[in-house]
C-alpha cells in the first residue's frame, strides 16, 4: 500500500504468461534424471540439473566430477613403496607430483562439501545460480525444468524469499528396495571394476619382483660359474708345476648354490588380500537405505515449506513402469501446459437457485452464451442442452457473468481452461430440427424418434398423437368435428385432415423453439403433395432400410417380449398386417424415395439393422447437420453477406423464380475471365448463393468460395461486366434444330472456328465442324468439331465469331456413296469388322451342333452372330437372335457334355443323374429338329 508503483506494471499493456517452470524431486533412484529429461524435451523446456551446474563451477580445479562420499572410496589403496618401484614409475610419480592441482577457494570449497555430503548451501552461492533461471534469458522467455533443488528446507526457504515460485513440484516416490535395486547395480559393478584394478596392478608387481629375482639369480649363477673355472684352472696349473695329475674334486652344483642362497626371496610371496563381495553389497545396501531415509526426511521438509505458500505438489509414484510415470506426471501437469492461459482465472460453481437469485437481483449478469453450454458449443453441437425436471443445469460465476452447462464434467473443463472456452463467437440463433423419419415396420422409428424428444426436448409427432390431440384439446372446433365424424362411421381420417392437424401441433411453442420429428409421416404420394403444398418440408428425411427377414425377426420378438405379455397391450403386428403393411411401404417408397431425393434433396438413408448407438450417432449428426446450416445461413443473411443455399430444401423452380441479373451464367467467371459459363445444366443446389434476397448459380466449389468471401465484386454495381442481353447470348443448337433453320447459312463455311483460332489462324488449323456440335450467336449459326471447342465457343463466343477464312482453302471432302464402289469395297465398308468378330468367335469356340457336319455348324454360328450384332437392326431384333445364337451355343455343348457323363457300361436311366437324363433326352430330341436357314427370317 506504500509503494503500489513499484509492484504495478509500467505499461498498460496486457501481461505475458510467464513460461512454463517445473520442478523435479525425489530420492536418490526414484528417477529424476529420467523424468525431467522427458519433460523438457516433450514441452520443449531447459533440463537444468542442480548438482550438474554446481559441478561446472569447480570441474576447472578439480579435473573430476565430484560424487557422493561412499564407504568403499574411503579405504585408502595400498600405495607402493619406493624401493620397491622401478625408475620409470618414479619418473612418472615426480612427473604427476610436479604439477599439483589449484588451490579450492572457500567457495569452491562449500561447494564440494554440498556435493560430496549434502551440507548446507550459502544463501550466497544460491544467489549466483537461482535468479538466472527465472530473470535472465534464456530462460526467462522459454522456462525450465530443474531437477534436485530445493534439497532441502532451507533451500526452500530461499525461493519463497526470494519469490521464485514454480508452476508445480513434481515429488517422485520410490520404496527403498526399488531404489536399492536400482542403485545397487551400478555401485557393485563400479566397485568390482576398482577391485580388479587393484588386483591386476597387485599381480603385474609381483610378476616384476618376479622377473627382478630371476635376472639376479642368473648373474650370481654366472659369477659363481666364472669362480669356479678360475679355481679349477689354478688347481690344474698347480697340479702340472708339481708334476701331479690333476683329481677332479667333487661335482659343482651352481644351482643348489643359487636356489640356497635365495631361498628367502623365492619363498616369499605377495598375498593379495581377498575381499567378501557379500559383505560389500551388504555395507552398499546398508548405506543407501541410510541416505534414502534421510533424504525422504529432507523432501517431508521441503513439502510442508512449500505447503505454506501453496506451491501445488504431486506426488507420483515412481515404483510402476516408466510410461505409467510419464502418463500420472503428464496428467498431473495438463492444467499448467494445456491449460496455461487460464492458469489464474478462477470459476465458482453455485447452485442453480442461488444463480438465478443472483441474476434477478442484478448482482451477476447472464453470460453471452445465454443457457447455452460453452463446453458443447465448443464441440460443434450446435443445439442447446434440453433441460427438465430430471437434467437440471450447472451453473457457475466467472467474473461478472453467470454461465450454465450441461454437466459437472462441462463445469470442471470450464474452469481448467476457462479462456479456451470464452475466445469462441457467441451461439448462433436456436434452430428447432424439422426431421422425418420413415422406413419400413419394425425398423426403429419410434424408437429413434423418442430418443430425439428425449435427448433435445423436440415433439415426437405422429399422425395418430396428431389427431389425439387435436381431438383432446379443441373438441369443438370444426375440424374436431369433421375427424369425428369419420371416426363414429369407421373410416380413415383423409391426409387433408390429418396434414391439418400436425399444422397446429407444430405451433406449439415447444415445437417452435426445439422442434419436432415426424414419426413415419408422409408416407404416401398423396401426403408428400398436400405438405409441399402447405409449405411443411422436413429439412431432413431419415429413411431407415431394413430387410423383410430381419423386420420378421423384430415382430417375432416384440411379440414375445415380457413386458408386452405383461401388460396385456393388443397390438395390431401379426405376420399377416405386417407382410400387408410391408407391401404398402415398398409400394410408396418409390415416390417418396425420388421426391425427396430430387425435388429438396434432402433424404438419407441409413441401415436400421446396425448397432442401436452407431445408429443413433449418425441419426444425431445428420440432425446437427441440418442445425448447423441454416444457422451458419441466418447468420450470414443478417450480417449482410452471402450465404449457399446448399441443404435448404429449396427446389429448382424456386431457385429459377429468384435468379439475380446473371441468370444461370456464373458472375465469377465472367468478371474474372470474362467466360460465359452456362450452369443451367447442372440441377443441384451445391454451387448456389444467395446474396441481397437473389440467387446466383457457380460453376464449381472454388468459384463459389470467391463468391462467398466477396459477393459485391461480382454483382451490380460493381460487377466489372454485365450479363450480355438475351438474344446477344450462344445457345447451343442440334442438328434437327440446324437442319429447321434452313436456308440460313453456316458461317465459315463450316469449319471450326475455335480450332482456327487456337491454332494461330493457320491453314492447317482449318477443321470441318459438324451439325451435331452447332452454336447459334447474333443470329448466325457456327459448326464446332466436337464437344469440347462448343464450350469452348459458348465461354467467348465474341472472339470466336469474329473470325475471317483466309482465300486458300482445303479442298470441300465430299461423302462416298458406298452403292458405287465394287462389292469388295462395298462388304469392306459395312459387314468387314463384324465379320471378322463373328470368324474369330468361331475359331475360339469351335461350335459343333449335333447331327450336324462342323462346317454346317460353323456357318449358322456365323449367321446367327451377324443377326444378333447387326448395329442397324432394331434392340428387339437383335435381343431376339443373341438369344437363339444363346441357344444354339448350349446345344453344341452337349456333345461335349455326354462325353464326359457317358461310361462303357450301360446304367439304367433310374440310376442316372436328372441332368444327365433330361439333355441325353434333349439331344436325340435334335435328330428330327436340325435348325436350318430358315430359322433365321
Same mark, same amino acid.
Given at each position: ?40 524435451? *516433450?514441452?520443449?523446456?531447459? !533440463?537444468?540439473?542442480?548438482?550438474? %551446474? ?49 588451490? /579450492? ?122 669362480? %669356479? ?84 505438489? &504431486? ?20 492444467? &499448467?501446459? $494445456?491449460?496455461?492461459?487460464?492458469? &489464474? ?11 438465478? *437469485? ?10 453471452? &452464451? ?16 434440453? %433441460? ?212 429438396? *434433396? ?105 463468391? /462467398?468471401?466477396?459477393? !459485391? ?14 438474344? /446477344? ?151 431376339? %437372335? ?38 441325353? $433326352? ?16
Amino acid at each position: 500500500m506504500d509503494k503500489p508503483l513499484k509492484y504495478l506494471p509500467s505499461s498498460r499493456r496486457k501481461l505475458k504468461i510467464p513460461p512454463t517452470r517445473i520442478l523435479v524431486l525425489g530420492p536418490r533412484g526414484s528417477g529424476k534424471s529420467t523424468q525431467a529429461r522427458f519433460l523438457a524435451e *516433450k514441452l520443449n523446456l531447459f !533440463h537444468v540439473k542442480f548438482r550438474d %551446474y554446481l559441478q561446472e563451477l569447480i570441474i576447472g580445479k578439480t579435473k573430476k566430477r565430484i560424487d557422493y562420499e561412499r564407504e568403499e572410496d574411503k579405504e585408502e589403496e595400498d600405495q607402493p613403496n619406493d624401493d620397491e618401484e622401478d625408475e620409470e614409475e618414479k619418473k612418472l610419480r615426480e612427473l604427476k607430483n610436479s604439477e599439483p592441482l589449484p588451490e /579450492l577457494t572457500e567457495r569452491e570449497e562449500t561447494i564440494k562439501a554440498y556435493l560430496e555430503r549434502d551440507e548446507v548451501l550459502p544463501t550466497e552461492i544460491m544467489d549466483e545460480i537461482l535468479p538466472q533461471l527465472w530473470e535472465e534469458e534464456p530462460y526467462k522467455s522459454r522456462g525450465f525444468v530443474l531437477e534436485g533443488f530445493p534439497n532441502n528446507d532451507s533451500q526452500a526457504h530461499y525461493l519463497v524469499d526470494k519469490g521464485f515460485f514454480p508452476d508445480a513440484v513434481i515429488i517422485l516416490r520410490v520404496e527403498d528396495e526399488d531404489a536399492v535395486k536400482r542403485l545397487l547395480p551400478e555401485r557393485l559393478e563400479s566397485w568390482r571394476i576398482k577391485m580388479n584394478a587393484k588386483k591386476e596392478r597387485k599381480m603385474l608387481k609381483a610378476k616384476k619382483k618376479k622377473e627382478k629375482l630371476m635376472l639376479q639369480m642368473k648373474v650370481r649363477r654366472e659369477e659363481e660359474i666364472a669362480k %669356479y673355472e678360475e679355481s679349477r684352472r689354478k688347481r690344474e696349473e698347480e697340479a702340472a708345476e708339481n708334476g701331479e695329475e690333476y683329481e677332479e674334486e667333487e661335482e659343482f652344483d651352481v644351482d643348489a648354490l643359487i636356489q640356497e642362497e635365495f631361498a628367502d626371496q623365492l619363498q616369499e610371496e605377495e598375498e593379495i588380500e581377498e575381499v567378501q563381495e557379500d559383505e560389500v553389497k551388504e555395507n552398499m545396501t546398508n548405506d543407501i537405505r541410510t541416505r534414502f531415509e534421510n533424504e525422504l526426511s529432507y523432501l517431508d521438509l521441503v513439502k510442508d515449506a512449500l505447503q505454506e505458500v501453496l506451491v501445488p505438489r &504431486f506426488t507420483v509414484d515412481s515404483n510402476r513402469k516408466i510410461n505409467i510415470v510419464r502418463y500420472l506426471i503428464k496428467k498431473r501437469l495438463k492444467r &499448467f501446459i $494445456d491449460n496455461r492461459q487460464s492458469l &489464474f482465472e478462477r470459476v465458482y460453481p453455485v447452485k442453480l437457485r442461488v444463480a438465478n *437469485k443472483l441474476i434477478d437481483f442484478g448482482y451477476k449478469q447472464l453470460s453471452r &452464451f445465454g443457457r447455452w453450454c460453452p463446453v458443447k458449443q465448443l464441440d460443434n453441437e450446435p443445439v442447446q442442452t434440453f %433441460y427438465n425436471e430430471k437434467k437440471k443445469p450447472y451453473p457457475a460465476i466467472y467474473r461478472s457473468y453467470v454461465y450454465f452447462f450441461s454437466s459437472k464434467e462441462a463445469r470442471e473443463n470450464f474452469a481448467q481452461d476457462t479462456l479456451k472456452y470464452l475466445n469462441q463467437p457467441s451461439p448462433l440463433s436456436v434452430v428447432p430440427f424439422k426431421i422425418s423419419i420413415i422406413g419400413p415396420p419394425k425398423s426403429g422409428k419410434s424408437t429413434l424418434a423418442k430418443r430425439f424428444a428425449n435427448e433435445f426436448g423436440c415433439v415426437r409427432l405422429s399422425a395418430g398423437e396428431a389427431i389425439r390431440a387435436v381431438l383432446d384439446n379443441q373438441p369443438y372446433t370444426e375440424l374436431a368435428e369433421n375427424i369425428r365424424s369419420y371416426l363414429i362411421k369407421g373410416k380413415t381420417v383423409p391426409d387433408e385432415l390429418t396434414i391439418q392437424c400436425i399444422e397446429l401441433a407444430i405451433l406449439d411453442v415447444r415445437c417452435q423453439l426445439r422442434g419436432f420429428v415426424l414419426d413415419n409421416f408422409p408416407v404416401t404420394k398423396e401426403q408428400v403433395k398436400i405438405m409441399t403444398d402447405r409449405s411443411l418440408i422436413p429439412v431432413k428425411v431419415i429413411e431407415l432400410k431394413c430387410d423383410i427377414k430381419e423386420v420378421m425377426q423384430r415382430c417375432i420378438k416384440d411379440r414375445t417380449c415380457q413386458e408386452r405379455m405383461t401388460n396385456g397391450l393388443i397390438l395390431n403386428d401379426s405376420p399377416e398386417i405386417i407382410a400387408y403393411k410391408l407391401k404398402e411401404w415398398k409400394n410408396q417408397i418409390a415416390f417418396l424415395r425420388d421426391w425427396y431425393s430430387n425435388e429438396h *434433396k434432402n433424404l438419407v438413408q441409413l441401415d436400421a439393422t446396425q448397432s442401436k448407438w452407431n445408429l443413433w450417432d449418425q441419426a444425431k449428426k445428420i440432425g446437427f447437420d441440418s442445425v448447423r446450416t441454416i444457422q451458419v445461413y441466418l447468420d450470414r443473411i443478417n450480417r449482410q453477406q452471402a450465404a449457399c443455399i446448399a441443404n435448404l430444401c429449396v427446389t429448382y423452380d424456386e431457385m429459377v423464380v429468384r435468379m439475380g441479373d446473371f441468370g444461370q451464367y456464373c458472375p465469377v467467371s465472367l468478371a474474372i475471365n470474362n467466360e460465359l459459363v452456362d450452369c443451367s445444366d447442372d440441377k443441384s443446389m451445391d454451387h448456389v448463393a444467395e446474396y441481397q434476397g437473389f440467387y446466383y448459380k457457380m460453376k464449381s466449389k472454388n468459384e463459389l468460395d470467391i463468391f /462467398l468471401s466477396e459477393p !459485391h465484386r461480382f454483382v451490380p454495381p460493381n460487377a466489372p461486366r454485365k450479363l450480355p442481353a438475351p438474344n /446477344l447470348l450462344p445457345r447451343k443448337r442440334s442438328a434437327v434444330q440446324v437442319k429447321e433453320m434452313f436456308p440460313k447459312p453456316i458461317e465459315l463455311n463450316g469449319y471450326c472456328p475455335v480450332t482456327f483460332y487456337l491454332g494461330k489462324l493457320r491453314y492447317e488449323a482449318l477443321q470441318q465442324g459438324l451439325a451435331d456440335y452447332a452454336a447459334e450467336y447474333k443470329g448466325k449459326i457456327f459448326f464446332m468439331a466436337d464437344a469440347e471447342m462448343l464450350e469452348l465457343f459458348m465461354k467467348k463466343p465474341e472472339v470466336y465469331s469474329v473470325l475471317k477464312l483466309p482465300h486458300k482453302l482445303p479442298p470441300v471432302k465430299k461423302n462416298l456413296n458406298l452403292l458405287d464402289l465394287p462389292m469388295t469395297g462395298y462388304l469392306e465398308q459395312t459387314v468387314a469388322e463384324l465379320l471378322k468378330k463373328a470368324l474369330s468367335q468361331v475359331g475360339n469356340f469351335k461350335p459343333k451342333f449335333p447331327f450336324l457336319t462342323p462346317t454346317k455348324s460353323a456357318l449358322l454360328y456365323v449367321a446367327y452372330y451377324l443377326k444378333a450384332y447387326n448395329p442397324k437392326s432394331s434392340e428387339y431384333r437383335r435381343k431376339k %437372335y443373341k438369344q437363339k445364337l444363346t441357344f444354339f451355343e448350349q446345344k453344341c455343348d452337349l456333345i461335349d457334355y455326354l462325353y464326359k457323363q457317358t461310361t462303357l457300361k450301360y446304367k439304367d436311366p433310374s440310376k442316372r443323374s436328372i441332368e444327365y437324363n433330361l439333355k441325353f $433326352d434333349s439331344f436325340f430330341a435334335l435328330q428330327e429338329n436340325v435348325p436350318t436357314m430358315n430359322w433365321l427370317a
